[in-house]
């Protein structure tokens, strides 16, 4: 049996990752400047993520027999997906593609600072991509969990992160943190 779960351990848990990643950005700032603040803005999103796809949203779901849990992820691409979400209303389709959208920008932010950026940005959405089907290869070995393996939220996942990208890529020409280049 899972031992935790429901919305409320969601926030709290958010909420003491916020707190630790602030601590982060204050110990790093002499060293990255604002940098520090974005990376630790970037680390705190990806918790969060991974707290809200990977804790049960109605609390500790109990015992999933084994005959009833799937053996693969859903390929049903843009199918059933329920209408509302368990904190927010509206489909669950967007609110995968939002939720990578925050992690998207900071990436972008963080990895322009860099002569190397052209590389870093797609190599950064990649690993953001690869964090998402990490996450639903997790919702499909942990059954326990009460959630479900879909390549759609794969997909939608990515299409936040990329849309985060291009917000950050314009933010950066507005912000210029290449100007703290070391």
Do not use: H, K
Not at 31 to 40: F, H, K
């Amino acid at each position: 049996m899972f031992p935790v779960g429901g919305v409320d351990v969601m926030l709290f848990g958010s909420a003491l990752a916020g707190a630790v990643f602030v601590l982060l950005a204050l110990a790093l700032r002499r060293r990255l400047g604002p940098t520090a603040w974005t990376l630790a803005g970037l680390l705190w999103t990806l918790v969060v993520i991974g707290m809200i796809t990977l804790i049960p949203a109605d609390g500790a779901p109990g015992v999933v027999p084994a005959a009833t849990r799937l053996t693969t992820c859903s390929w049903d691409i843009g199918g059933p997906a329920p209408e509302g979400f368990w904190i927010f209303s509206g489909g669950q389709r967007l609110l995968n593609t939002v939720v990578f959208v925050p992690s998207g920008i900071l990436l972008a932010l963080i990895a322009v600072r860099w002569r190397s950026g052209w590389v870093t940005v797609p190599l950064g959405l990649g690993l953001l991509a690869a964090y998402s089907a990490g996450i639903e290869w997790t919702q499909l070995e942990l059954a326990r969990i009460d959630r479900a393996c879909d390549v759609t939220d794969i997909i939608d996942n990515v299409t936040g992160a990329a849309i985060g990208v291009a917000i950050g890529l314009a933010l950066a020409v507005v912000v210029r943190p290449w100007r703290s280049r070391r």
